[in-house]
């Protein structure tokens, strides 16, 4: 069983920064793949980004790459979103999940209960 809980959302004006993090619990967070996604107002969830156990392979969905970095720290049982030069279009719920090595939700187990992040333009 993993929990997930995300912080670090906000309101932030366009080209601005924000990074996420989420603090995980539970005894295999460091066994774990673990990704963001997002939802924004009646859009269905997509995924931004995904790190595997050792956290050297990465992925990114094509709107955010160059733009947004996870990591993760193993030894605090955190993953992190920095996101940079943030756009209206990224408004959305950020949520953390735990899973597979995917971009696909389905691959993920566990679900926190999101953070709201607003861009003003």
């Known amino acids: 069983q993993v929990q997930l809980v995300e912080s670090g959302g906000g309101l932030v004006q366009a080209g601005g920064s924000l990074r996420l993090s989420c603090v995980a619990s539970?005894?295999?967070?460091?066994?774990?793949?673990l990704a963001w996604f997002r939802q924004a107002p009646g859009k269905e969830r997509e995924f931004v980004a995904t790190i595997d156990r050792s956290g050297l392979s990465t992925y990114y969905a094509e709107s955010v790459k160059g733009r947004f970095t996870i990591s993760r720290d193993n030894a605090r049982s955190t993953v992190f979103l920095q996101m940079d030069s943030l756009q209206p279009v990224d408004t959305a719920v950020y949520y953390c999940a735990a899973g597979s090595y995917s971009g696909q939700a389905r691959a993920y187990s566990y679900w926190g209960q999101g953070t709201q992040v607003t861009v003003s333009s």
């Open positions: 539970g005894p295999t967070f460091n066994n774990t793949c």
